[in-house]
């Protein structure tokens, strides 16, 4: 199953890449960015594209990981290593990432919902609040 996922994303990265940005199939249209992370316990370079909404020159991003049990590890890198970059568009952008709490997670979930309402079934499956993450350019 990892090995599946790794190699579905390195095929999202390329295409995100070779297109400025854009991708097709089940993220056509998605706001997407490739989020750069080092892994909190292997030190690993990692990318990862996930889909995000803007929100006042940031960046918030939801570690559902599908409405998994376990939150995705790039959230636990993020938290080990908040200075990062991510790739949006044809441009890299250093960021601060941070995790939304109380009545602004709040908000930017329901926006979040607002948009893709897949995220709702995410947080029912999921058995754990998600965590919204905010990226900051630095």
Do not use: C
């Amino acid at each position: 199953m990892a090995s599946d996922m790794a190699a579905f994303n390195a095929q999202i990265v390329e295409e995100f890449r070779a297109h400025e940005g854009r991708v097709g199939g089940m993220f056509e249209g998605a706001s997407l960015l490739l989020l750069h992370h080092t892994g909190a316990k292997s030190g690993t370079h990692r990318v990862n594209p996930l889909a995000y909404v803007p929100d006042d020159g940031r960046y918030v991003i939801v570690a559902s990981a599908g409405g998994a049990p376990e939150h995705p590890g790039w959230y636990r890198n993020l938290k080990a290593h908040p200075d990062t970059h991510v790739e949006v568009g044809r441009g890299m952008v250093d960021v601060v990432a941070s995790e939304a709490e109380g009545e602004e997670r709040d908000r930017l979930f329901a926006t979040i919902v607002a948009g893709s309402p897949q995220f709702a079934e995410y947080a029912r499956t999921a058995g754990r609040a998600i965590p919204v993450m905010i990226l900051t350019p630095a």
